[in-house]
C-alpha cells in the first residue's frame, strides 16, 4: 500500500528545509578550511622568505683576488668612512633585509631597499663569511644606515648578520670583514680616523658590546689591519 501524497509532503518540505540550512552552512565550512590552507599573510612578510642560495658568487676571506662584485658599476662616490653594524636578528640575508628595509620611510618617503652597501653573513641566510655588495654600492649610491646625514652621504654601510649583543660575530665574518675593510681603505682611501661603529655617530648599542669594535678601530688607526 502507498500512502496518500498528502502525507508525503511533510517529508519533502523536511528535505528541503535541511538544503535549504545545510548548504549555506557546507559552503561556509569549506571556506574556512580553504582559507585556512592559505598563509594567512605572506605576501606582508617577503623578509621570511630568505633565498635558498645567494646570487653571486661567494666571496669568502680565502684567496687574494678582488670579486668582481665588488667593484662599482657606476661613477666612484667621495668616501671617507666605513660605518659598522650589526643586524641585531639571528638570521638574514641582503634579500631579507632589503625586504624589511622596503617597508620603511623617512620624512614619509619610502626606502629604496637595503640602507647598506656591504652585508656579511653569519651562516644563516647567507654563508658564513660571506660578502654580498647590494644595489647600492653598485650604483654608487648614498646609503640608509647611519642616521646622520654626512655618514649616509659619505660612509660605505657594512652590517653584518647577527646580534652581538648576545654574541660575538663568527670567525669567518671577522676574516671577510677584515679583508672588505683593507680593500676598501686602498682602494677609496678612507682616512685613518674613518673607521667608526654605528654607535660613535648615533645612539644605539649597534653594532653590539660583544663586537671586536675598539681592536678593529686601533688596527685600521694604525694601518695595521690585515687580512
Ligand atoms: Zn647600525
Known amino acids: 500500500m502507498s500512502s496518500p501524497p498528502s502525507q508525503r509532503l511533510p517529508d519533502w518540505h523536511r528535505v528541503w528545509a535541511v538544503l535549504a540550512t545545510g548548504l549555506p552552512l ?43 662584485s665588488w667593484k662599482p658599476l657606476k661613477t666612484v662616490r667621495r668616501w671617507n ?24 620611510t623617512t620624512g614619509g618617503k619610502p626606502w629604496l631597499g637595503i640602507g647598506y652597501h656591504f652585508v656579511v653573513g653569519n651562516g644563516k641566510g647567507m654563508p658564513d663569511g660571506y660578502i654580498e655588495p647590494t644595489f647600492r654600492w653598485r650604483n654608487q649610491l648614498q646609503g640608509a644606515h647611519a642616521g646622520q646625514k654626512d655618514h649616509n652621504q659619505h660612509g660605505i654601510g657594512i652590517a653584518l648578520i647577527g646580534n652581538f649583543e648576545k654574541r660575538p660575530p663568527t670567525a669567518a665574518q671577522l676574516a671577510s670583514l677584515r679583508r672588505l675593510i683593507v680593500h676598501l681603505r686602498s682602494v677609496y682611501a678612507i682616512p685613518a680616523t674613518g673607521l667608526v661603529g654605528h654607535s660613535d655617530i648615533k645612539a644605539t648599542a649597534c653594532p653590539g658590546k660583544l663586537f671586536p669594535l675598539a681592536n678593529l678601530k686601533r688596527d685600521f688607526a694604525k694601518g695595521g689591519i690585515t687580512p
Open 26 to 68: 557546507a559552503v561556509l565550512t569549506v571556506g574556512c578550511l580553504n582559507s585556512q590552507r592559505v598563509p594567512p599573510d605572506t605576501a606582508k612578510r617577503p623578509s621570511r622568505q630568505l633565498p635558498a642560495r645567494p646570487t653571486i658568487a661567494p666571496a669568502r676571506a680565502t684567496g687574494n683576488k678582488t670579486p668582481s
Open 81 to 104: 668612512s666605513i660605518v659598522l653594524h650589526h643586524t641585531a636578528t639571528e638570521a638574514g640575508s641582503v634579500a631579507s633585509i632589503h625586504a624589511n628595509h622596503l617597508q620603511r
